[in-house]
């Protein structure tokens, strides 16, 4: 822009310059004015759009009435005591926010942005300045002040726990119920982490996912936390990450629900549940068995069991029957429906009959039960018989067994047709069997999650690193096989809470021969 000097500007471009300046003026919302110092302020000047709040420049100049007079009587008194305070302290600059109430009765809030003019002994002749209608920037910032508030009573008053964390996971914000569950005053918890409030099995669990929770832009997974009195409290947490415009992350924001009420009763089924399974495994010459089941909630639709029978007038039992059974879904629905199943399994096995007979039989004594909901039951039976060292089994829609022979090195998948129990009356339970069963061969009858188990990176645990454990441990007992399954699973999860239950029986072939 072309520096302006009066010296080198005819009139008529200096009346013209003038005439845009004030075309500028009048069209702009900002009102230009100038005042005299003093107790008693005169206008000298006021730009001619001030007619925007029904009012001329006229009406200012002539006195015929004063700015004060427009000013909202609700804030005179502030207004008059901070320009006496500026002017006291000779402050030469400041900005102060105000309504006024136009010549209609409307008010509005404006910015009034103050200067002074001063001579060369720096004494204040003049204060000048703009007033700028910021109205309806006022009133976006009141509704969102408004918003801010309502949300903030939501969370004080919700049931939900709710805390607010910087980048460096540091809680900076908590409401009343995360309080209460823990039992910490909200000023002792600002500054901490979740990670010094976590019992060990969570802080194990949140050390080896800290970054993949961090990286996810929502959340869910349970923990339990210490509370100040030492009492551990289960939780549910719904977790999210923020972010700012440009994607830079801000902070984290978690909502945490008390499990502790939920966990009592469910814990309470699951003991109750864990009473129908085995609780130890039958002591058969010449077989090593072993067996687990763990739910992922805290009662599960797995089921495995070990029946005996004997077919000779003998001591031993010659027919060693297991089954491993999983019911679609998991919960207390599954759960319960287990515990039929099983009930009917346990009666039909002590039946005479052989397994296709038993199986379907089985089948159909359960349809009626499973017609009335969308679950089915898959289920893999195998009896081994002692005299000759052969097995048996039928398979009705479940993974098959791994049989492993070490001698040879060599994995063998148990199949054969059959559809899932509770579906249709009308099904087939073929049977089938293998030839005499070495020494050292293990068996491993499981449920899919085991294979289906995931960890970091949404990989899966797999069929392939299953048969490396058996293969790898297959010359130790069936409960260290068994053991180093489990252990292996925890590793590969990282301690995150398995989406399915996880059951699994081994069987290690010993020397028939030997002990009968």
Known sequence: MQDFDLNTCDRADIRERLRLSMKIVEQSPVILFRRLPGPEPRLVYVSENIDRIGYSAEDFLEEKILFADIVHEGDKERIRQEIEGYAQQDIGGYTQVYRIVTRDGETRWVEDTTTTERDADGKIMYYQGIVVDITERKLAEEELSRSEAKFRRILATAAEGFVLMDEKMSIVDVNDAYCRMLGYDRDDLIGMTPHELATKNFQRFLKSNDERLKNAKHRIFEGSYHARDGHVVPVLIHGNTLYD???????????????????????????????????????????????????????????????????????????????????????????????????????????????????????????????????????????????????????????????????????????????????SGKGLFPESQTRRLPPGTVIA???????????????????????????????????????????????????????????????KVEDFEKDR
């Open 245 to 423: 415009e440009s994607g830079q992350q801000l902070g984290f924001v978690d909502f945490v629900t008390d499990l502790s009420e939920q966990k009592r009763s469910l814990m309470l089924a699951g003991e109750v549940q864990k009473n129908l399974l085995p609780k130890h495994a039958p002591r058969v010459a010449g077989l090593d068995i072993a067996g687990r089941s763990i739910p992922c909630e805290e009662i599960g639709g797995d089921y495995y069991d070990f029946m005996t029978r004997k077919v000779l007038r003998t001591d031993d039992n010659d027919l060693v029957a297991v089954t491993v059974a999983d019911i679609a879904g998991h919960g207390v629905d599954s759960a319960l429906l287990m515990a039929t199943a099983r009930a009917a399994i346990r009666d039909r096995f002590a039946s005479p009959g052989s397994l296709a007979e038993v199986v379907g039989d089985l089948n159909r004594s359960l349809l009626d039960d499973f017609s009335t909901t969308d679950r089915f039951m898959t289920l893999f039976a195998l009896q081994i018989d002692r005299r000759d060292g052969s097995m048996r089994w039928v398979r009705a829609g479940h993974d098959p067994a791994l049989v492993y022979y070490p001698s040879e090195d060599v994995f063998e998948a148990l199949g054969g047709d059959g559809l899932p129990l509770g579906i």
């Open 445 to 507: 009858v499981g449920t899919d999650g085991i294979w289906e188990a995931r960890g970091p990176g949404d990989e899966m645990f797999g069929k392939e690193r299953f048969k490396q454990i058996i293969r790898s441990e297959s010359g130790r007992s069936a409960r260290r096989i068994l053991d180093s399954v489990y252990n292996a699973l925890s590793r590969f999860s990282r301690g995150y809470k398995p989406e399915d239950d996880i059951t699994l029986v081994i069987i």
